[in-house]
């Protein structure tokens, strides 16, 4: 058997590992040049390298993964598109360890200004103060809002986002959208428009490996419970990211599938 056969699972996986390692590479990087440095990048120009970032993966794994790059995805793929049940786990380990691992590289990439930073700021690594340093890989409510209102923020976020994926792949859709090559610039201009309304009233994800791989990492590194549960005495709030664009994400779809599509 050829491991290097464009259908070969193998070869699809660490497609999809590489492929979601690269939208954590360029998103968590322009966070930590932002917080470490003396970039200074402003919520626009964050919110357009993770979409840049997101246009480039897909460039990259469309034409062997399918470029799911998200374990959202990849399950509403599985239940609304008849994908492979048994390409669904190994799909979906791959994005999370393909966050973990560029999670890791980024962390010892700016690990000596992330030191530096911390002797500054007197931070000691596990305390509250230390999410200053956690929130530049994890994703931590930006207010004090109820649980409910994060997770619905979390659904809506990624449904609309699905909606909106969807109709640019819909073979019905009788616009310019026939030309495919625009395609992952438009889906990563949509993820830098949905974050930058989004974001100022809660901090979201659309994708839970975006969050489950640089918070297991963190715990891993002197964070401990604290990455996940970022100091809210509600633990189920490390849920959110992960459970809800799972849920916004087949909501959306069957939303266009019976809305839309249909029609």
């Known amino acids: 058997m ?12 660490f497609i999809e590992f590489f492929g979601t390692g690269l939208v954590i590479f360029f998103g968590i990087g322009s966070l930590a ?14 919110s357009c390298i993770w979409g840049f970032g997101v246009s480039i993966s897909i460039y990259f794994s469309s034409s062997i993964s399918g470029a799911h790059l998200n374990p959202a995805i990849t399950i509403f793929f ?7 049940k048994r390409k669904v786990l ?32 007197h931070i000691i690594r596990g305390t509250y103060e230390s999410l200053n ?3 530049i890989f994890c994703v931590y409510p930006n207010y004090n809002n109820s649980f409910i209102y994060d997770f619905i923020i979390e659904i809506f976020s990624t449904a609309l986002f699905m909606i909106i994926l969807l109709e640019f792949n ?10 495919k090559s625009i395609v992952p610039i438009l889906i990563g201009l949509l993820v830098c428009m949905i974050n930058l309304v989004i974001n100022p009233l809660n901090n979201i994800t659309l994708n839970p490996a975006r969050d489950l791989g640089p918070k297991i990492f963190l715990s ?26 799972i849920l916004g994400a087949n909501l959306g779809g069957w939303i266009h599938k019976i809305l839309i599509n249909n029609s």
């Not at 599985?78 to 492979?84: E, Q, R, V, Y």
């Open 2 to 13: 050829n491991i290097f056969s464009k259908n070969n699972i193998i070869k699809k996986c």
């Open 33 to 46: 040049a932002s917080k470490l440095t003396d970039i200074n990048l402003n919520q626009f120009e964050i």
């Open 78 to 84: 599985w239940l609304f598109a008849k994908f492979n």
């Open 90 to 121: 190994p799909y979906i380990i791959s994005q999370i360890f393909g966050s973990f691992f560029f999670t890791t590289l980024i962390y010892y990439l700016y690990n000596n200004l992330l030191l530096s930073f911390e002797m500054k700021n």
């Open 133 to 135: 340093i956690a929130s």
């Open 170 to 179: 819909n073979r019905n859709n009788n616009c310019f959208l026939h030309n």
């Open 220 to 245: 891993l590194t002197g964070w401990g419970v604290l990455a996940f549960t970022g100091g809210n005495e509600n633990i189920l709030y490390c849920l959110i990211p992960i459970i809800g664009p």
